[in-house]
């Protein structure tokens, strides 16, 4: 058994027809952790979607409106660059509801991890990049609304950069963002996050960890209730999407520095899986499910 609960849903998984989004991801990293003995079917939570208060704190009234009713011009709808679908809406919500979930277990169990989520391109009034609803922004506010947490921090280490999570939280004294990014790749547009950090293309484990290393630390500097981390796999070096060059072992590293430095810190940490599109999907299922074996080893190491 871990020593923290996953979120897991089946309809976290939805049919975008041929894409590069592989959304069969999440059911199979479910699966590769049970076969491999890392989980056993009890120490997944099933979570509940976000409601559509919670989804209105951070998103417009209009652009809820739009995504329920499917109502998008085609200019819209290619910017999102996934098919609009009913499920994918539910997914959606569900999504939000699993980082909610994620949030409060990591608080119980200093971890949790959401198997989906990581839509850190969706902005207050649209969705793009595959990212409609912004699961962190919308659990933190949430959490917010109910005195639950005050301060967070999101630790986004998906190869592009976290522009709509930069966007909504611009201004907020409370939330403390830090994007590691390769700089020449989507989106062309970057807000400004806390802190930006935009590496070269084909930057090595060596010089990634180094990066990482130089700003990790100030996520912890101010004091936050909660950090989120978002654990893209897509900095793999053949990650279709990406342009950088990790290799899976520094990317294992790049998770342990995270949670050893929200253990050192005594600061909850909960995840979300975000972007990772390898040439072969078994690679990105095994970069998600290598983020799970590391905070047990990180969480039992401690323990012990
Ligand atoms: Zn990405």
Redesign the pocket.
Known sequence: MLPFRLIFHPAFTVDLGPHVFPAQKYRQVRDRLLETGTADHGDFVVPLPATDDDVRRVHTADYVRKLKDGDFTSAELARMEVPWSRALVEASWLAAGAALEAARRARADGCAIALCGGFHHAFADHGEGFCLVNDVAVATQALRASGEVGRVAIVDL???HGNGTASIFAGDADTFTLSLHQERNYPVVKPPSTIDVGLADGTDDDAYLAALDHVLPRAFDAAPELVWYVA?A?PYAHDR?GGLALTQAGLRERDKRVFTAARRAGVPVAVTL??GYAERTADTVSIHAATVAVAADVLRAEAA
């Open positions: 998906d190869v592009h893209g897509d999407l975000a972007g």
